[in-house]
């Protein structure tokens, strides 16, 4: 009887079955490789594949909302990152008087330097806003018009020559098909 494999192993076994099972491996070979016998390859790939079944019935809602939810952390990401910077940046200097290689603090001074704000995180604010829009399907989808009108007198041809041309390409593909049934 075969030995147990741990549940680590057995995830380990399963990924390892799995990709080489996508590549197109056969059991046979999976087996070698992974050194577990082909039945257990065999019971391992029908665990994937009723796995792989239920994951792709995924509820369409359900996972719009949790893409919509990281959407929004982000979002709420950038926001507080724009707003610390457009806090002014503010530094502390100590002057004072070098004494034997120490030096006496006689006054702190504070700088204080405004800043704009930087607009990376703006256009992460901005991008956050268009993927909701598209997960949520808000955006119209876009119409385009054929602005030119193609008319047969364009081409020049009549509707008589036009309808003799149809004929004879009509009459090729007969001959053509009666050749290949001849031979």
């Not at 741990?6 to 590549?23: E, F, K, V």
């Not at 082909?38 to 239920?54: G, M, P």
Request: with cysteine; net charge positive; glycine share 6%.
């Amino acid at each position: 009887m075969a030995k147990r494999r741990s549940n680590g192993q057995l995830a380990r076994d399963r990924r390892r079955i799995s990709d080489l099972y996508l590549q197109g491996w056969l059991q046979t070979d999976i087996a070698k490789e992974v050194g577990i016998d082909q039945s257990t390859v065999s019971r391992d790939i029908a665990f994937l594949q009723e796995e792989w079944q239920k994951s792709s019935l995924i509820d369409i809602d359900a996972k719009k909302a949790e893409e919509l939810a990281k959407v929004d952390r982000l979002e709420r990401e950038y926001w507080t990152a724009w707003d610390e910077s457009c806090k002014a940046e503010e530094t502390l200097r100590q002057e004072g008087v070098a004494i034997d290689k120490t030096v006496t603090p006689k006054k702190v001074v504070k700088t204080s330097k405004g800043q704009a704000g930087d607009p990376r995180f703006l256009t992460g604010i901005q991008w956050c806003i268009n993927k909701r829009c598209e997960i949520i399907g808000i955006d119209a989808p876009k119409k385009l018009e054929h602005t030119g009108k193609i008319k047969y007198e364009d081409v020049g041809l009549s509707d008589e020559q036009r309808a003799e041309r149809i004929a004879a390409i009509f009459d090729r593909a007969r001959r053509r098909r009666a050749g290949q049934a001849d031979s």
